[in-house]
């Protein structure tokens, strides 16, 4: 697990590759707004709300100069297989290795029917152009985050 990261700190950087073939840097994205949202698992009830949204909002985003990309341990072709189910329009991450999951402490201890298991913490970082965290929003309710994002990116 890594250390809980707090608002105006600095992004941790991270390179993964991502669906399509390609890959994002995030230290490239200086200058421009990104949303860094992590999601426990590709096809999943409130992943797929999650990125429906921020599909369904990408242009807004586009307008307000902000990238968006999706975070999770699941493998390139995984992704690509979710992006295509669902016609989604948000670059998805694989961190399979989880090197941007562990940076930003999103690897924790979940209860669920009476289980204790280790896993990905719904988490969404909102980093400005200078690279530093400007929103943090943790165990979030995936229905209507994306909106909430968007609002607090065009404050930036």
Known sequence: MGTTLQ?????????LPTDGGGSVRLSDLRGA????????????????????????????????GARIIGISADSVSDHDQFKEKYSLDVTLAADEKHDAIDSYGVWVE??????TF???????????????????????????????????????
């Open 110 to 115: 979940k209860n669920r029917d009476g289980r």
């Open 33 to 64: 707004t990104a949303v860094v949202y992590f999601y426990p698992k590709d096809d999943t009830p409130g992943c797929t709300i999650e990125a429906n949204d921020f599909t369904r909002l990408r242009p807004d985003f586009d307008a307000i």
């Open 118 to 156: 280790m896993g990905i913490e719904r988490a969404t970082f909102l980093v400005d152009a200078e690279g530093q965290l400007a929103r943090i929003w943790r165990s979030i309710d995936a229905r209507g985050h994306a909106e909430e994002v968007l609002e607090a990116a065009k404050t930036l």
């Open 7 to 15: 608002e105006g700190q600095p992004a941790p950087d991270f390179q």
